[in-house]
């Protein structure tokens, strides 16, 4: 029976040596994985590896992975040298209200260059360091339209990625501002034009949107006109222009589409009237010439 006890006493004591070395390893390895984690919310929020994601400008680190992304895919850059001058200016500048100058003057030079897409690009680097509903909207605007640049149509990832930034960017502004008309009617554009037969009906629905509960935003009637037009439902897109005209008489390009709505009635004297002002007028040439065109096709 000693020798039994013994046995045990000594048994015990190994068996609380291993349980004290497990529980070291144990803390040992919590403490690693802790360390991890703290590590990948960093990285997740684009800041430095082990920095718990506390970086100073997280979202702008964010925005130059994307800018970076999608710069790689498009066109060399061939802006003006006052862009490129503006550029280097913005990475040296610290003060915020100057940064924000310099960038609408870079995207204001970018667009007139008709380069919208680095446009929209540098609207996004923006709007993630001043999140303002505005400058999501501004950069949804340059997003959609950069969609429709030849050399991203000819692209369908490229298409997807600029259209599906343009929807995030009027997401993100009806975030801050869920009544926020410019980035309703944005969205429902954005997602007409992403080419998903759900998107654009849900697009169509949040133009409308619009338009019911303020029935003077032009924007969002001329949008419904054209819709209709497009799609042969003569009779409501000629109800549409009419009704944006009597919000805005001078409207020339309500005033365009409404004749040809009207010619496809066959109400040729309203035609020939509303294409004539149209032809005349020195408010849009572009629009006249396009008039007078109309015109001689169709007399």
């Not at 006493?9 to 004290?20: E, M, T, Y």
């Not at 004297?269 to 032809?279: G, P």
């Amino acid at each position: 029976m000693a020798q039994t006890g013994k046995s045990i006493n000594h048994f015990s004591w190994q068996h609380g040596a291993v349980i004290l070395m497990g529980l070291l390893v144990f803390v040992l390895l919590l403490i690693a994985d802790k360390t991890n984690l703290d590590d990948e919310k960093g990285a997740a929020l684009g800041g430095r590896a082990g920095d718990g994601g506390k970086t100073e400008n997280a979202t702008a680190g964010a925005s130059t992975g994307l800018m970076t992304d999608l710069i790689a895919l498009l066109p060399a850059d061939e802006a003006p040298t006052e862009v490129a001058q503006l550029r280097t200016a913005l990475e040296a500048e610290q003060n915020a209200e100057r940064r924000v100058d310099l960038y609408h003057q870079i995207v204001e030079g970018y667009s007139a260059a008709g380069r919208s897409d680095l446009a929209a690009i540098q609207a996004a680097a923006l709007a993630a360091e001043v999140p303002q509903s505005a400058n999501f909207v501004v950069a949804g605007a340059l997003f959609r339209n950069a969609s429709q640049l030849p050399h991203v149509q000819a692209d369908t990832n490229l298409f997807r990625r600029f259209s599906n930034e343009a929807i995030r960017q009027d997401e993100s502004a009806l975030e801050l501002e869920p009544e926020n008309e410019n980035a309703k009617l944005e969205l429902g554009l954005a997602l007409v034009e992403s080419g998903i037969p759900n998107n654009s009906m849900n697009g169509i629905f949040k133009i409308r949107e619009v338009a019911e509960k303020n029935p003077n935003n032009t924007e969002a009637l001329f949008h419904l006109g054209k819709f209709s037009l497009d799609t042969n439902q003569d009779e409501k897109a000629a109800q549409r222009f009419k009704q944006i005209l009597a919000v805005a008489p001078e409207d020339v390009r309500a005033k365009y589409y409404l004749g040809l709505s009207e010619q496809r009635l066959g109400h040729s004297a309203e035609y020939q009237r509303l294409m004539s002002e149209v032809a005349t007028q020195t408010q849009d040439p572009n629009l006249a010439a396009l008039a007078k065109e109309t015109l001689s096709k169709n007399p």
